[in-house]
């Protein structure tokens, strides 16, 4: 401790998705370990009125120096990870910038104007691309695909925190990620998302 | 930490805004808390009663908030610390007894917790509850940061009890639902024993809670002036900037965040001063005539009403010989909307309007980009019901009923996540909202048109949580007065919206102790209402229903509609169908349906495939309720007992 961690002060990351993916449970585990290595983090949330299916994100502001802005300013994300891939392009129009990194999941959840025919739904082929061009690094993984092998698509959001870790991006460790995950599930459960956060951390590695 | 109880004094904590309510209450040997579930409210009496056996604490979910401040207000004539805590439209439910209780006082530490929603993120509007704490003439405070409101609510409870009256808080949702470090203080030992002593005369403010007496006002302002007093020289008011800034910010709560940091973004912490206060009602004139005598020019940075900014205005007009003539800015000078939530950027518009400065959050060109990549490659998220959600199923067969009955029949609506039957994923069934219980209220008013000529089937929804809520007494009023209206109740076992907190109608309480529950058919029976109970997985079941409820034109009826929501803990664990398309049976655009399933029934979980041109099952969304299968003209979904 004492000496900068941090890249940047505040860092500012936004976990982005869409409701029921587990982005709240993200951003509470990920605070929680951050906390734990001594630093301050201030978590905004925004979700609207439905719990299932509304575009889902939360702020967080990591720093050494105290809590900052539950709402980040506008233009000013270091990096946005993305539960669902059109969210991070959504959110790259308000808080991107030529230094933004943005790590995402390929699998769409498909807006219900699109299920409707209203509305169209990029294919992930047409978001790569766009989203590389805006931003100063990309990786792309497919946390969800990657987590029904593994028998439930909610291991997503741990498989992307544990590809966050490994980026490099924040103090982020195993070891503290163990402590903290086991204070939000049972045990039979911890050995599931253990191996869901280290496998995120591989195919992070791969991209 | 199981509970916050297991929170050792010194320990640093990323908590979230509502733990630090409920901590700071903790911390302040509260005994008693009660509340009614609301967004952004709910969590504080959920960890409470998390924490009640280990701290000896009484906390439950009441049936309204009205009642929550009554079983409150006890504790509290019995001596003890209490709670209590609602949403701010909730503060409106209980606005009746809080005004007499404004007028008894309070004896043990009251404290009242309004957590308001601005921008109306989770809740039908964005009202402001502040004005009531100046109507009823209670002291006002608003924390700036996760500490304060932790450390706030703690000093709320001491300064109620110095002034023997109730003291409100007020949050906002970037407070309740954002979190951040907070170091824990120590937890009291209490064991307050609960008398309630009515010696001497009842008339006397130290010894009689009775509200009665005009003369009682007097003291209600007496208590309100010891409290201004105080406040003089509060912690909670701060000051940071320059000793004669070029432009005074007076702000409080989130605000307060959003103003510091748009100064320093815009890099003017030398010329601009920010006075935060946390005693935002009544104001402290002294510190405000200190502050406001060092800057010509002064703006108010507060959400939902110009609250602060016009109390601020009489101070500033009645010290004007002192102080000089100020310019003032904020929602009058429309450099803060009147509208909506706040955020950093719009402060920082705000100061670089008024200090004449140049700022792009946003090189334009990059703007341009990923402003157009947004528009088509990002669709707009629209409001739905949850795959699997009751609601869905319930509105389609009440919607197919009216249609089929061609009386251009309709919906009163009310307060829940079925208020989103308003538009497209209730199939806009919903044709009124106002407040809770309100659905059946107005439906009773309706069906004593028919004299006049209405002859609209007049329907009324509402959860069965809003039943017990305010919907009995609606009822009541349709069942006397023989009004011809079916109300409908969405019976999904729970406080659904807010998170399954339990209500009068389950067997286990707050405390998690067993309880009894009330029947919803069976107090509808005794009203002497016709009453239905149907699943509305059942589709062919429920219109059969409905439709035979429609006419029956003797007085009011009530239908219950009862399936557990798709979140709560007993549709989670399993699916009952595993759902697929066959796509040799999907016609498709040539089916004639018009995509009846993916069109107009809109479940997440069933999407198009526009490859094949057939519906698909997204099986990492759907839950398996198996409605789809039923609403299929040619059977092409199909379900199997999972």
Known sequence: MGQTRLTKDPYNLIITGVGGQGNVMASRVLGNMLVRQGLSVTIGETFGSSQRGGSVMSHMRISEKGNWSPQIPKGQADLILALEPSEAVRLLASYGNSTVKVLSNTRPIYPMDVIAGEKKYPSIEEIIPSVKELTSEAWFIPATDEALKMGNAIYGNIIMLGALAATGALPMDTEVFKEVIAEFLSEDKLDMNLKAYEFGGEMLKKT | ?642
Not at chain 2, 157 to 184: W, Y
Request: with cysteine; charged share 20%; hydrophobic share 40%.
């Open chain 2, 1 to 642: 930490m199981a509970t916050l109880m297991d929170g050792k004094e010194g320990m640093e904590y990323m908590a979230m805004g509502n733990e630090a309510f409920a901590r700071g209450a903790l911390e302040a040997g509260v005994q008693v808390a009660a509340g009614y579930p609301g967004t952004p409210s709910s969590e504080i009496i959920e960890q409470l009663s998390r924490a009640a056996k280990q701290a000896g604490i009484y906390v439950e979910w009441s049936v309204n908030e009205k009642l929550a401040l009554e079983v409150a207000a006890a504790a509290s004539f019995a001596e003890l610390r209490a709670l209590a805590v609602m949403k701010q439209n909730g503060v409106n439910v209980a606005s009746d007894f809080l005004l007499h209780l404004a007028t008894s006082g309070t004896r043990g530490g009251m404290v009242l917790i309004a957590c308001e929603d601005p921008g109306a993120l989770s809740s039908v509007n964005e009202g402001d509850a502040r004005a009531f704490a100046k109507l009823v003439e209670i002291p006002l405070l608003e924390p700036g940061d996760f500490q304060e409101a932790k450390d706030m609510t703690k000093w709320a409870f001491e300064l109620s009890e110095q002034i023997r009256n109730l003291v409100m808080v007020r949050s906002v949702t970037r407070m309740s639902h954002a979190s951040g470090n907070i170091r824990f203080g120590p937890l009291p030992k209490v064991s307050t024993k609960a008398e309630y002593k009515y010696s001497g005369s009842p008339l006397d403010p130290n010894t009689g809670m009775i509200a009665a007496g005009g003369f009682r006002h007097r003291f209600v302002l007496d208590k309100l002036k010891k409290a201004v007093a105080l406040f003089e020289e509060s912690p909670f008011n701060t000051y940071q900037g320059p000793e004669k800034p070029a432009l005074l910010i007076i702000t409080s709560s989130a605000c307060y965040l959003y103003a510091r940091e748009a100064a320093r973004i815009l890099d003017v912490e030398d010329r601009v001063g920010i006075l935060k206060l946390g005693t935002t009602w009544p104001l402290p004139p002294n510190l405000l005539k200190k502050h406001m005598a060092s800057a010509d020019n002064i703006l108010v940075v507060e959400e939902v009403a110009p609250f602060m900014e016009e109390n601020v205005k009489v101070l500033a007009a009645e010290m004007a010989g002192e102080i000089g003539i100020k310019n003032f800015y904020g929602k009058k000078s429309e450099h803060i909307p009147s509208v909506g939530e706040l955020n950093p950027d719009i402060v920082l518009s705000a100061l670089a309007d008024i200090l004449d400065l140049g700022y792009e959050s946003m090189p334009a060109e990059y703007a341009k980009k990923t402003g157009a990549f947004a528009t088509t490659k990002a669709p707009a998220r629209a409001l739905t019901f949850c795959p699997g959600c009751p609601h869905r199923a319930s509105f389609w067969s009440i919607h197919n009923a009216l249609e089929l009955d061609a009386r251009k029949g309709f919906v009163c609506g009310d307060i829940g996540c079925y208020t989103m039957a308003a538009g497209p994923t209730g199939f806009n069934t919903i044709k009124t909202v106002h407040s809770m219980g309100s659905g059946t209220g107005v439906a009773s008013g309706f069906a004593k048109l028919r004299q006049f000529g209405m002859e609209q089937p007049i329907v009324a929804v509402c959860g069965d949580s809003t039943f017990f809520h305010s919907g009995i007494p609606a009822l009541v009023n349709a069942v006397h007065h023989k009004a011809d209206l079916t109300m409908i109740v969405l019976d999904n076992s729970g406080t659904a919206m807010t998170g399954f907190q339990s209500h009068p109608g389950l067997t286990v309480n707050a405390m998690h102790d067993e309880v009894p529950a009330l029947d919803i058919a069976e107090i509808c029976r005794s009203m002497g209402a016709r009453v239905e109970v149907r699943d509305p997985f059942n589709l062919p079941e429920t219109q059969a229903a409905l439709n035979e409820l429609l006419e029956y034109r003797e007085g009011a009826k009530v239908l219950i509609l009862r399936q557990a929501c798709a979140l709560s803990p007993q549709r989670k664990s399993g699916q009952k169908f595993k759902m697929h398309v066959d796509e040799n049976l999907c016609l498709g655009e040539d089916c004639g349906c018009g995509r009846l399933c993916t069109r107009i029934f809109r479940c997440p979980g069933l999407i198009w495939d526009e490859a094949k041109g057939v519906s698909r099952i997204d099986e990492v969304i759907c839950v398996g309720c198996g409605v789809c299968a039923d609403i299929c003209p040619q059977q092409a979904i199909k379900r199997e007992v999972a």
